[in-house]
Structures are given as structure tokens and as C-alpha cells.
């Protein structure tokens, strides 16, 4: 790993800093392989159609969508209307109260989703082709134990 942030050679990397790096890493070969292959969704919109995914056939209401991205209306209403625009996604007005706008995925949306879901796959196996089975094992229980440990901090915050 390069020197970062002031960190000497001899001295050990800060584990924080390291997995922080190689999921920035991972991000990074994520959008080059997406590019390479004409996906013109940003990583907001992917996260975006990724969340309408996940959420099946249901609508999501707009402010839903503010919370899950922790954005102002405004940049949400952006992405939204970016998407809308590509033909990812419809919106409505709610039928229960009309200030309210509904998002759901189109086809072409989930196809999106389908084609970053393959090379979000294709990353995680580009990990794990240089770890043995036993290290891939333990490093996702290591991992596992971190993310409990963090999502309960910050719960509880």
C-alpha cells in the first residue's frame, strides 16, 4: 500500500486506513469495469437503483430515498430526475397523499442492476482469487466481527 497521510514505511498501516483503501480500491475497479462496458449510471444512481431493487415491486416514497442517502431533497430530486431521464426509474404521486412522490424501478432499471450486481461479483472474486479458501473463510468472519462491532456503535450513537 503507498504511503498515506503520513504514515512511515516502518511503521505498521492503521487497519481503519487499509480496509478504507481497499474498499476505495474496490470502488474504483468497480467503475472502470462499469465504464468499460457503457453502464452510465453514477455510484449515487447505483445506489439508488440498488435500494429500489432490494425493495422488490413496492414504490419507495422520494423522502424514503432522502433518508437511505442521507442527502437534502434537492440532490435526491436531482438523481431521481437523472434516472427518470435514462428510463431507470418512474415517478408518481402517491394516490394516499399527493405531495408525495413514488419511485419505482423499470426494466431498464433492474437490468442496470442486474448488470452492477455481475461485476460487483466479478470484484469479489478478483479478491478472493488471491486468498486460499481458509483465509477467504476467516477473513469474512473477521470482517463479520468488525461490521457487527461498528453498525452497533453507530446505532447507538
Known amino acids: 500500500m503507498p504511503e498515506q497521510g503520513g504514515t512511515r514505511m516502518n511503521e505498521e498501516p492503521d487497519l481503519g486506513r487499509?480496509?478504507?483503501?481497499?474498499?476505495?480500491?474496490?470502488?474504483?475497479?468497480?467503475?472502470?469495469?462499469?465504464?468499460?462496458?457503457?453502464?452510465?449510471?453514477?455510484?449515487?444512481?447505483?445506489h439508488v437503483l440498488l435500494y429500489l431493487a432490494h425493495q422488490g415491486d413496492l414504490a419507495v416514497n422520494q423522502r424514503e430515498l432522502e433518508k437511505e442517502l442521507h442527502l437534502k431533497p434537492s440532490t435526491v430530486n436531482g438523481i431521481v430526475s437523472r434516472l427518470e431521464e435514462k428510463g431507470c426509474i418512474t415517478r408518481r404521486a402517491s394516490p394516499t397523499d399527493g405531495r408525495c412522490r413514488?419511485?419505482?424501478?423499470?426494466?431498464?432499471?433492474?437490468?442496470?442492476?442486474?448488470?452492477?450486481?455481475?461485476?460487483?461479483?466479478?470484484?469479489?472474486?478478483?479478491?478472493?482469487?488471491?486468498?486460499?479458501?481458509?483465509?477467504?473463510?476467516?477473513?469474512?468472519?473477521?470482517?463479520?466481527?468488525?461490521?457487527?462491532t461498528l453498525e452497533s456503535e453507530v446505532n447507538n450513537l
Open 18 to 46: 487499509m480496509i478504507a483503501y481497499c474498499a476505495h480500491l474496490g470502488m474504483r475497479y468497480n467503475e472502470k469495469l462499469l465504464r468499460r462496458d457503457g453502464y452510465d449510471v453514477t455510484p449515487v444512481q447505483s
Open 102 to 148: 413514488l419511485v419505482s424501478l423499470t426494466e431498464a432499471g433492474q437490468a442496470r442492476v442486474d448488470a452492477f450486481r455481475a461485476v460487483m461479483s466479478n470484484t469479489g472474486r478478483r479478491y478472493a482469487s488471491i486468498l486460499s479458501e481458509e483465509e477467504e473463510t476467516a477473513l469474512r468472519d473477521l470482517l463479520s466481527r468488525i461490521i457487527e
